[in-house]
């Protein structure tokens, strides 16, 4: 039985996905530096009672400055700011397996989570770029199945740590002077050669029990690490037909964990430039093209595609590709970009205009209507739970998508209209989770009664 | 030169200082699970005109749960949320270089730095517990004098990353396309066998150029990491003439790391008990003693003094204790108990009364102008630049020492009655740090002016 309604995410960066965004006169670049900025998206995306709001990120700036390196803010520090913000709206911070301690990262989550009350999320992403690698100690990326290894051990070692605290483990009882019950905090003892980590957290449980955890690498390993874990994904995907058989392949990776078609939601990105016709919102997305800076967008698809494109003549031909297996990371945006260049065989600057806005995801460019129509045939066509929205420019990109897109989709029952939980969790239909060190719930009768 | 005027930070922790907060009838010890109330804390700090708000910080519960257990949130996702509800008052947060990356931790810095608008500290710390070793891969606390290298090593790091942006990198002119100045922009190439970190960090500078850099660790190899780096310290001192003797020593060792007296402010902590007269404030604080747990307290003070008191009598003298040098975490804490109760020829019970309150910082019982006067006394004696206040009840506490205490330190001038400053480092009476790859200043004037 399929759900009726969809999930929305907000997909935040800076002022806007696309590269030129912060030459546009919609944007005003001064604000990627203002905290105040990335508040109001937090309210935008809450107006338009829209699931959750999300930032990437990354651990290095290349050895040029690049657009990217204004991630001026780190995420899990931003979304507290935001949290104060708003009370309804998830906050989904990316943070790395690679070059993080889990006991850290497990408190900062918690942390998290108990200051928003329970909108926290953690998009578990492994590190593969070489700068960051440089910045840890090592002169290489770590391989990409060691990576994956890590990761998942490192999710595991978190889940314990919010687990060692059960959810009625505090007791506050001035009379008897007991604070916490000690019997309901747990040690973890998890050893490995990879990590020892006695516990408990030093975090009692969050609202949430843990944050909702959300993936999204679409290489083979990715996707067998989302249908174990990931209980939203974020993914790139060209055509319906590609969303479809993405969306079958993950959801059927989930039965050998053990794991129901509902508990993992899969949200297609889309990059949305709206307007009252078609044409004008053609035009608008050409605006942005046009002001794409060819120097940097080249540096930018040289590190995608790991061929040096800087001398390479924009009206040419790509030059031939290495094969995935080559890559060491965004290995499933590299075969989605070589597809594209390949198929509509692009030159090296038709290329840069198509990926300008988000990067390999879907752009759309319509009026509300045509964009409603788009993500309902998404929906109801089996290739999507949902959509991450990619705004080109902010604040406005998502108040159009809030004020325009939002209502239309409400009127065809597809979105909810009022916010039914105060949870992230909640918000994507997932209960809030139990310790696995708590007894049996049948323990939690009393004998006599 | 003297000032004239004193620094006031406010240690908060929980529902307060004192152990036995959370039972007394002016607390709400659910609180402690609420950021709202650490929120209102800052603003009642901000209302004072304090310099600065300050949360300590550890990486462990101990195998009971214990009361400081409930450090429910982590302190640089909490005082981001407190940045928000606030405008001056500056933000302290305790992190550990013993089990942090320098790059993760500069950035998080950076990031609250740009957050708050340039509010951000560091109380530097070495993770000297064996608990918090056991979360981090360790079967034993790192030695004593390697914690210190690596601190030492770390903020160099730190430094380097947090200067590899110069104040004026960022462009963001929409004409030319120019985001960021390449050239203003460094790698560190920090390479040694401990650390390798490449850089530039992925967030540019920050208002303050770096945080305020606190410490407040009184062993030797404390005081010389202080007095080479630290802006701010706290410390615990028993008398006027302990006080002296401390604040004398550390100003000594100033100069011959280049720096002068005013580069680094001396706050040692007090636990203010504060009413009408002298007899209900010691009454008040007698209260709060009577509602210690033996139980937690006797584990407290084993944990501190590195002897088992767990079944020892509560009304026997203490047995023989270690010398120092035996002490791995904690070491000036020690000594400074061992004093205290061998001075006094305390019992156990005796011992755990005078450290209920603030751990071995001093605890004061009186009438606003009795604190005031003591706190005078510090200043123009020569034993401190300003104060550490640790409320032993929160809010209250707070509220009582700002409404009460402070105008009266206002009206005698020795403390500020409006912010004249926007920034941490400001109100401490230092400048914004330039980045050590800055050009000579000369350069920025233009040959032809």
């Known amino acids: 039985m399929s759900p009726k309604t969809f999930h929305l995410n907000a997909f935040l960066m800076g002022v806007g996905h696309h590269e030129a965004a912060w030459r546009h006169p919609r944007t005003e670049a001064h604000r990627v530096l203002d905290v105040?900025?990335?508040?109001?998206?937090?309210?935008?995306?809450?107006?338009?009672?829209?699931?959750?709001?999300?930032?990437?990120?990354?651990l290095a700036v290349g050895p040029r400055v690049q657009r990217n390196a204004l991630a001026v803010f780190e995420p899990i520090t931003l979304l507290s700011a935001i949290a104060t913000a708003t009370s309804r709206i998830g906050?989904?911070?990316?943070?790395?397996?690679?070059?993080?301690?889990?006991?850290?990262?497990?408190?900062?989550?918690?942390?998290?989570?108990?200051?928003?009350?329970?909108?926290?999320?953690?998009?578990?992403?492994?590190?593969?770029?070489?700068?960051?690698?440089?910045?840890?100690?090592?002169?290489?990326?770590?391989?990409?199945?060691?990576?994956?290894?890590?990761?998942?051990?490192?999710?595991?070692?978190?889940?314990?740590?919010?687990?060692?605290?059960?959810?009625?483990?505090?007791?506050?009882?001035?009379?008897?002077?007991?604070?916490?019950?000690?019997?309901?905090?747990?040690?973890?003892?998890?050893?490995?050669?990879?990590?020892?980590?006695?516990?408990?957290?030093?975090?009692?449980r969050g609202p949430q029990g843990r944050p909702l955890l959300v993936q999204a690498g679409s290489s083979e390993a990715g996707k067998e690490f989302a249908a174990?874990?990931?209980?939203?994904?974020?993914?790139?995907?060209?055509?319906?037909?590609?969303?479809?058989?993405?969306?079958?392949?993950l959801k059927a990776r989930l039965a050998k964990y053990g794991r129901a078609h509902g508990e993992l939601k899969v949200l297609p990105g889309i990059v949305p430039f709206i307007a009252d016709t078609e044409e004008q919102a053609r035009a608008l997305e050409q605006e942005f093209t046009d002001l794409i800076s060819p120097d940097y967008a080249l540096r930018q698809l040289s590190a995608l595609l790991g061929v040096d494109l800087t001398e390479h003549a924009l009206d040419a031909p790509l030059p031939p590709l290495p094969d995935e297996s080559a890559i060491e990371g965004g290995k499933s945006r590299f075969t989605l970009v070589k597809e594209l260049a390949e198929q509509e065989q692009l030159t090296v600057?038709?290329?840069?205009?198509?990926?300008?806005?988000?990067?390999?995801?879907?752009?759309?460019?319509?009026?509300?209507?045509?964009?409603?129509?788009?993500?309902?045939?998404?929906?109801?066509?089996?290739?999507?739970?949902?959509?991450?929205?990619?705004?080109?420019?902010?604040?406005?990109?998502?108040?159009?998508?809030?004020?325009?897109?939002?209502?239309?989709?409400?009127?065809?029952?597809?979105?909810?209209?009022?916010?039914?939980?105060?949870?992230?969790?909640?918000?994507?239909g997932l209960e809030p989770v139990e310790s696995q060190f708590a007894p049996d719930p049948t323990r939690l009768s009393p004998v006599s009664a």
């Open 349 to 428: 600057r038709g290329l840069i205009g198509k990926l300008g806005g988000g990067r390999g995801h879907r752009t759309l460019a319509g009026t509300p209507e045509q964009i409603a129509d788009d993500l309902q045939a998404w929906f109801s066509g089996g290739a999507a739970d949902g959509f991450n929205i990619m705004p080109p420019y902010l604040p406005g990109g998502l108040e159009d998508f809030v004020d325009r897109v939002v209502p239309i989709l409400q009127a065809r029952g597809l979105f909810r209209t009022e916010y039914t939980a105060t949870t992230l969790r909640g918000h994507y």
């Open 36 to 58: 105040a900025h990335f508040q109001e998206l937090g309210r935008i995306a809450e107006r338009g009672k829209l699931d959750s709001v999300f930032f990437a990120d990354g």
């Open 228 to 249: 174990r874990y990931a209980e939203a994904v974020f993914t790139a995907q060209r055509t319906l037909e590609e969303g479809q058989r993405f969306y079958r392949d």
């Open 91 to 204: 906050l989904i911070a990316t943070a790395s397996t690679s070059y993080n301690e889990p006991f850290n990262l497990a408190r900062k989550f918690a942390s998290l989570d108990h200051i928003s009350h329970g909108r926290a999320g953690w998009n578990i992403v492994t590190s593969g770029g070489v700068d960051e690698a440089y910045n840890f100690g090592y002169d290489a990326i770590p391989e990409h199945a060691r990576r994956y290894e890590r990761a998942q051990e490192f999710v595991e070692v978190a889940i314990e740590l919010w687990d060692s605290w059960e959810s009625d483990a505090i007791v506050l009882d001035p009379e008897t002077g007991v604070f916490a019950d000690p019997d309901k905090v747990h040690t973890i003892d998890h050893h490995s050669e990879r990590f020892r980590v006695r516990g408990p957290l030093n975090s009692p």
